[in-house]
């Protein structure tokens, strides 16, 4: 039996949830129809863009390609135009009706069948737990006693990206310093508890100037120049943007989580420029947190380097970790499941990077 759940397919476009769907080759194609509601507020969002990346984000829909199986499994992401019927198969190619237009998409040649390979394989790692579970025992955090007032909490969805966010930053490192002293980061940290924007003085060399604290709230609220290939790779914390380009920065991160029940959840965040607390205690890279009922600070500092790569971003999650065996169990079933795509990338893009981690999950999956 299927337990799909679609809703946050496309957590950047925020359009409706009532999805054409069609079966073809193995595969649902679902996506969301995107007609009109937030045209105007994507195009307002797409002049935040850089030049070459404009017009992307105003393609308001969005049609996503499921393998069926008892835990489905993404296969791609396709942004597209306002459509107003299920796709249509003929063939190896895809018709898509939109309001003025009607969309063919086919193969594209060898380029094409590099492009689909890669981007399939990319699609898959990022529904997949990279790291090996470590069998160590779980740091216990500590839930707030009171919340700020009228403060909007945010639930805890173990397996998604962290996205609901308060910011403030780029800071050079004395800048950092002085803001971290001032608010008490990360644990006693008040920046969640501020309005939408807020000031906080820090000390220059010329003075005191003002930083503002900005807010991302909410996922269909982040800025797009704040997250990077959201409509292909779902969603990511773009480094670059949020630290303006600049390097040797650093970003002060905070939001309030709330927890409905007792669990245990491993830490996915296997970045040297990202470090986490949760309820006042630092968390690394595939360590375990038992979190009880309650209401936790979750606060993350971020930096980039003094010389900045082409690209540089963060998926922050929190994955289910209650019982160490079952999860290495989950984790490989899901590698056995995503095993065909990542070799078809090893076979057909070998020297692109993304081959190198299908290489050494494979290598994990069937040891010589």
Same mark, same amino acid.
């Given at each position: 039996m299927l337990r799909p759940d679609y809703r946050h397919l496309f957590p950047m476009l925020g359009q409706r949830n009532y999805p054409p769907v069609a079966f073809a %080759?193995?595969?649902?194609? +679902? #996506?969301? @129809? %995107?007609?009109?509601?937030?045209? /105007?507020?994507? &195009?307002? &969002?797409?002049? /935040? !863009? $850089? $030049? /070459? &990346? *404009? #017009? !992307?984000?105003?393609?308001? @829909? #969005?049609?996503? +390609? +499921? *393998? $069926?199986d008892p835990e489905p499994l993404v296969l791609a992401r396709n942004a597209c135009r306002g459509y107003l019927m299920s796709p249509a198969f003929f063939g190896d190619r895809m018709y898509v009706r939109a309001p003025r237009q009607l969309i063919c998409i086919g193969p594209t040649g060898a380029e094409g069948e590099r492009y689909e390979a890669e981007t399939v394989a990319r699609t898959v790692l990022d529904q997949l737990q990279l790291s090996p579970p470590t069998d160590s025992a779980p740091l216990k955090g500590e839930p707030l006693k009171g919340l700020p007032y009228r403060y909007e909490l945010h639930p805890l969805l173990p397996g998604r990206t962290l996205s609901e966010w308060r910011y403030i930053g780029p800071l050079s490192a004395p800048e950092a310093k002085a803001v971290t002293a001032k608010l008490g980061f990360p644990g006693a940290w008040n920046l969640a508890a501020a309005g939408r924007f807020t000031s906080v003085e820090v000390p220059t060399a010329d003075g005191v100037t003002s930083n503002v604290v900005q807010c991302?709230?909410? /996922? @269909?609220e982040i800025p797009p120049r704040c997250t990077t290939d959201s409509h292909r790779f779902g969603l990511a914390l773009d480094l670059l943007r949020t630290h303006g380009n600049r390097g040797a920065t650093v970003g002060l991160w905070q939001t309030i989580l709330s927890n409905d029940r007792e669990r245990v959840l491993r830490l996915d965040l296997d970045s040297p420029y990202a470090e986490l607390w949760i309820g006042g205690c630092l968390v690394k890279h595939n360590q375990r947190i038992r979190l009880g009922i309650g209401n936790y600070i979750v606060a993350m500092r971020t930096r980039t380097p003094d010389a900045l790569p082409d690209t540089l971003s963060i998926r922050p999650r929190l994955r289910p970790s209650n019982d160490v065996d079952a999860e290495r169990a989950r984790r490989l079933a899901r590698l056995r499941q995503a095993a065909p795509y990542l070799d078809r990338a090893v076979k057909v893009v070998p020297e692109r990077p993304v081959a190198r981690t299908c290489r050494a999950l494979l290598s994990e999956m069937r040891p010589e």
């Open positions: %080759g193995g595969c649902l194609f +679902v #996506g969301e @129809s %995107g007609l009109g509601k937030y045209d /105007e507020y994507w &195009r307002k &969002r797409d002049e /935040e !863009l $850089p $030049p /070459e &990346r *404009r #017009g !992307l984000n105003f393609m308001n @829909s #969005g049609i996503g +390609v +499921v *393998r $069926p991302f709230e909410g /996922e @269909s």
